[in-house]
């Protein structure tokens, strides 16, 4: 059995204290609430759980105010599932991981500004509002 590195993600200090109840009703994991039950984008990425950076990235477009939150929220979003992806591949599962998790980047990147804006009023402010810090994650 391969050792694990200590893993540490990134996210809004919010998200880290926030209890299991606050955090189900703003993060419902990959894809959207009409995803019926991650069928149509997983949760894992060739066997790999990477619902923890789904469901950050969930909180940061429920929490964010700002055009640039969501920028920050889609970047933070690819590095935390390069983190995971890099940390528990192997060779072979590595690139390819990789390159599914570059695709749900680009989903969220373009495609994301309804769902983020959603209850919000719109706007193209560049200023970012999250304080985060990196935390060690041990079940992901």
Same mark, same amino acid.
């Given at each position: 059995?391969?050792?694990?590195?200590?893993?540490? !993600?990134?996210? *809004? !200090?919010?998200?880290?204290? /926030?209890?299991?109840?606050?955090?189900? /009703?703003? &993060?419902?994991? &990959?894809?959207? =609430?009409?995803?019926?039950?991650?069928?149509?984008? *997983?949760?894992?990425?060739?066997?790999?759980?990477?619902?923890?950076? &789904? &469901?950050?990235?969930?909180?940061?477009?429920?929490?964010?105010?700002?055009?640039?939150?969501?920028?920050? /929220?889609? /970047?933070?979003?690819? !590095?935390?599932?390069?983190?995971?992806?890099?940390?528990?591949?192997?060779?072979?599962? !590595? *690139?390819?991981?990789?390159?599914?998790?570059?695709?749900?980047? @680009?989903? @969220?990147?373009?495609?994301? =500004?309804?769902? #983020? #804006?959603?209850?919000?009023?719109?706007?193209? =402010?560049?200023?970012?509002?999250?304080?985060?810090?990196?935390? =060690? @994650?041990?079940? @992901?």
């Amino acid at each position: 059995m391969q050792l694990r590195s200590s893993l540490k !993600l990134y996210a *809004p !200090l919010e998200f880290w204290t /926030a209890s299991q109840s606050e955090r189900k /009703a703003n &993060c419902n994991g &990959c894809g959207s =609430e009409l995803d019926l039950s991650g069928k149509l984008v *997983p949760n894992t990425m060739y066997g790999l759980d990477v619902r923890i950076a &789904c &469901c950050i990235h969930d909180w940061m477009y429920a929490k964010g105010r700002t055009f640039a939150d969501k920028l920050f /929220a889609d /970047a933070i979003f690819l !590095l935390n599932l390069s983190l995971i992806i890099i940390d528990r591949s192997g060779w072979f599962t !590595l *690139p390819l991981r990789l390159l599914r998790a570059s695709k749900y980047f @680009v989903a @969220v990147v373009k495609a994301g =500004e309804e769902s #983020f #804006f959603h209850n919000k009023i719109k706007n193209k =402010e560049m200023h970012i509002t999250f304080k985060g810090t990196f935390k =060690e @994650v041990l079940d @992901v």
